[in-house]
T-cell receptor, first 114, second 111 residues
Framework: GAVVSQHPSRVICKSGTSVKIECRSL??????MFWYRQFPKQSLMLMAT?????????EQGVEKDKFLINHASLTLSTLTVTSAHPEDSSFYICSVPSGYAGYTFGSGTRLTVV | GENVEQHPSTLSVQEGDSAVIKCTYSDSASNYFPWYKQELGKRPQLIID?????GEKKDQRIAVTLNKTAKHFSLHITETQPEDSAVYFCAATPGYSTLTFGKGTMLLVSP
């Protein structure tokens, strides 16, 4: 499968600030990447589908103006949590569909908003 | 869209016993069914997967079965070990689209 790098692994930010999370596909050209959010002791919930060179597709209930996604190249997608609040604290993880090899996940980002 | 149900939510076994986790899916178009193991604070790791043209797949102590008619697939772990303790997620997808995950099963293997 693909090799996926996600940064940062942990971030603590103040309420009201913005945080950018990067997801890089190191050896696979990814026209699509998926962003998930996982609250403690819960499953992975799809937030949005990131499409290279076009707008992201957001799942119902996910605010597109709050969770900005940019997929400017075949190797990089970014998720920016704008005006973060404590309820945005969660584990954010990207996934790259890598053909017949299935899906590869980034290492995840633990966001804590204080 | 796809809906995946997973049971049980928690499973406790003694070391050496077998563990079975079951999932059902709703979308008959789904054709790829991976199973992931996730340890606390880490990314999900693929442990085994199956495609709709196969009924069973085995990899050492882990096996997965698929019943397309019943829209049902299961994970079987034999000779469980304490290091098998983790949360296991099933998932389904119709082709190279987004994965829909089950709610997860916390497996606890006691020595």
């Amino acid at each position: 499968g693909a090799v996926v790098s996600q940064h940062p692994s942990r971030v603590i930010c103040k309420s009201g600030t913005s945080v950018k999370i990067e997801c890089r596909s190191l050896d696979f050209q990814a026209t699509t990447m998926f962003w998930y959010r996982q609250f403690p002791k819960q499953s992975l919930m799809l937030m949005a589908t990131s499409n290279e060179g076009s707008k992201a597709t957001y799942e119902q209930g996910v605010e597109k103006d709050k969770f900005l996604i940019n997929h400017a190249s075949l190797t990089l997608s970014t998720l920016t949590v704008t005006s973060a609040h404590p309820e945005d604290s969660s584990f954010y993880i990207c996934s790259v569909p890598s053909g017949y090899a299935g899906y590869t996940f980034g290492s995840g980002t633990r966001l804590t908003v204080v | 869209g796809e809906n995946v149900e997973q049971h049980p939510s928690t499973l406790s076994v003694q070391e050496g016993d077998s563990a079975v986790i079951k999932c059902t899916y709703s979308d008959s178009a789904s054709n790829y069914f991976p199973w992931y193991k996730q340890e606390l604070g880490k990314r999900p790791q693929l442990i085994i997967d199956i495609r709709s043209n196969v009924g069973e797949k085995k990899d050492q102590r882990i096996a997965v079965t698929l019943n397309k008619t019943a829209k049902h697939f299961s994970l079987h772990i034999t000779e469980t070990q304490p290091e098998d303790s983790a949360v296991y997620f099933c998932a389904a997808t119709p082709g190279y689209s987004t994965l829909t995950f089950g709610k997860g099963t916390m497996l606890l293997v006691s020595p």
